[in-house]
């Protein structure tokens, strides 16, 4: 049995459709005049996409933070808690951030027991 497909546009559509014409209401206005396409800026300075593996409660407060922004009309996402959490491991001392690095990775292998397939470090690995 073969599924209808849908755009995300005809269903958005559908919402904003009348059932019946209202004799009433006055003619709608015309529209606006669609603002000109936005500059796309060189692929140098666009976001690049990436997958990334994070731990379920990780995933939870990510999203929590990024909810609690937007009910407070803040327009955040959890990409943006991503970048400002890489800004500031970049300022980070490189051997410690190596250190906290490993000592992480050993950390997830008792949970996380597939992480031994990617390779793990050596213990005492802080080389730069």
């Not at 005809?10 to 529209?31: F, H, I, N, V, Y």
């Not at 379920?56 to 959890?78: D, I």
């Not at 949970?111 to 050596?122: D, H, I």
Request: charged letters at 25%; aromatic letters at 6%.
């Amino acid at each position: 049995m073969a599924r209808k497909r849908f755009s995300a546009a005809e269903m958005l559509a559908r919402g904003q459709q009348r059932t019946a014409p209202d004799e009433a209401s006055p003619p709608a206005a015309p529209a606006a005049p669609p603002a000109g396409p936005a500059a796309t800026p060189p692929a140098g300075e666009r976001y690049r996409r990436v997958t990334v593996f994070i731990t379920p409660e990780q995933y939870r407060w990510v999203r929590q933070v990024a909810l609690q922004a937007q009910m407070e009309e803040c327009a955040l996402s959890a990409s943006d808690v991503v970048r400002l959490a890489l800004e500031r491991l970049r300022e980070t001392d490189a051997a410690s951030l190596r250190q906290a690095l490993v000592e992480q990775a050993w950390r997830d292998l008792q949970r996380y027991p597939g992480r031994a397939k990617r390779g793990m470090p050596a213990r005492g690995d802080t080389r730069g």
